[in-house]
């Protein structure tokens, strides 16, 4: 990989993009030339084709906005007004796909298993027989809150045996880790350009069964935010309905193409999995312990316990970390002080390497000689695995 200019981005996205990802946005586009249509139908064909939708029965249709946009897009087209979504949360952002859904006013139930564990079908089962008029079960993919990777094919098979429909946030999973429209059954699911596929942000995308796209008119709370709409318009003149991110797109094109070279969403994998089990071993052997067991620790982020020293500091360990060129990101757990290392982006493990490296670097500098957790962390962890 090629050093940066910058600073390096260990952060779930925005994150390190390519040289040539950058040099794509060295153009201006026209939103309604010819050319930038092919873009923008190049874009949807290659994350379709990304998805496995061999038969044609999904289509794709890019929204402009973050990522919260797409969901909350999602959400609000697909869950209708008078549904009934289960919401599966184990963090922050199933959190906030519950709080989307009370601004939308649509009926929800909350099953949140806390920070360390996913949700199991065996629970999900047990809440859809007890509640039949539930009609969405809607589960994040990779919780960036925490770094957990959720089992989203226990949870679609469970789903579809119910006959309930699933919606996925794989925002930060999507392009690397495995979600084939052909063996996991799903209405719909969302990410993100800015994500694993490695582009710039800008928009995201909606991936849904053609049919569910057909079903979804008049259900939006929001013209800006009506899939329905923005997939009929694409599909019929080939634009977006409202001033597109010319630039992002660009780049993501590039992207894409960078993703296919390197062989696809299983090299993209092997890669983000390398990433992980350096830094996991680097860390550990400055004290540092992970938040996860190892089973529900993804490739995506990794989420450390603060060590109990009282000489640390995140604050400045941010600052030592950045000075040596890597952003880190801070934690977002509600029990305990902690922080993340991203292990996605333009970046390989010769990178993480020198994250641990600048980490020892930064526990010198405030006196920090190790960076075990209190006990009290641990023992918590450990309760709740078993």
């Known amino acids: 990989m090629t050093t940066p200019a910058d600073p390096y981005l260990l952060t779930p996205g925005p994150l390190t993009t390519a040289a ?11 939103s309604w030339d010819a050319d930038f249509r092919e873009m923008t139908a190049r874009l949807r064909r290659g994350l379709l084709d990304i998805a496995g939708d061999t038969n044609g029965e999904y289509d794709c249709v ?9 969901v909350e897009a999602m959400l609000g087209s697909f869950v209708p007004r008078d549904g009934h979504a289960l919401v599966l949360a184990n963090g922050a952002y199933g959190k906030r796909m519950a709080t989307t859904l009370r601004y939308l006013g649509r009926r929800h139930t909350v099953h949140d298993t806390g920070d360390y564990l996913p949700p199991r079908a065996a629970d999900v089962e047990r809440i859809l027989i007890a509640n039949a008029d539930i009609t969405h079960v809607v589960v994040v993919h990779c919780e960036t809150s925490s770094g957990i990777l959720n089992p989203i094919e226990e949870i679609a098979e469970i789903t579809q045996r119910l006959g309930r429909r699933l919606l996925i946030d794989s925002m930060s999973a999507f392009g690397a880790i495995p979600l084939d429209v052909r063996t996991l059954p799903c209405d719909a699911f969302v990410s993100s350009a800015n994500k694993c596929i490695e582009g710039v942000p800008g928009f995201g995308f909606v991936i849904a069964k053609k049919d569910v796209l057909r079903d979804a008119k008049g259900n939006s709370h929001s013209l800006a935010l009506d899939i329905h709409d923005q997939w009929d318009v694409m599909n019929r003149t080939g634009q977006w309905r409202f001033t597109p991110p010319t630039h992002a797109v660009a780049a993501f094109i590039e992207a894409l193409r960078l993703h296919t070279l390197e062989g696809g969403q299983p090299a993209r994998l092997a890669r ?3 990433n992980r089990d350096v830094l996991v071993a ?18 995506i982020i990794v989420t450390f316990f603060s060590p109990a020293d009282p000489a640390f500091s995140f604050e400045r360990f941010y600052e030592l970390m950045k000075a040596q060129g890597f952003i880190i990101y801070p934690g977002k757990l509600t029990t305990v002080e902690s922080f993340r290392i991203g292990c996605i982006g ?32 641990l023992g918590a962890r450990e309760a709740l695995a078993a």
């Open 20 to 30: 040539s990802t950058k040099e794509a946005m060295l153009r201006d586009w026209g």
């Open 62 to 70: 890019p929204l402009q906005g973050s990522g919260s946009y797409c």
């Open 272 to 274: 983000y999995a390398r």
């Open 282 to 299: 680097g860390m550990g052997s400055l004290g540092f312990e992970p938040l996860l067991t190892e089973p529900w620790r993804s490739p």
């Open 346 to 377: 333009a970046l390989d493990e010769s990178v993480m390497r020198r994250v641990i490296e600048a980490c020892g670097n930064a526990l010198s500098t405030l006196g920090v000689a190790n960076a075990a957790p209190a006990p009290a962390s």
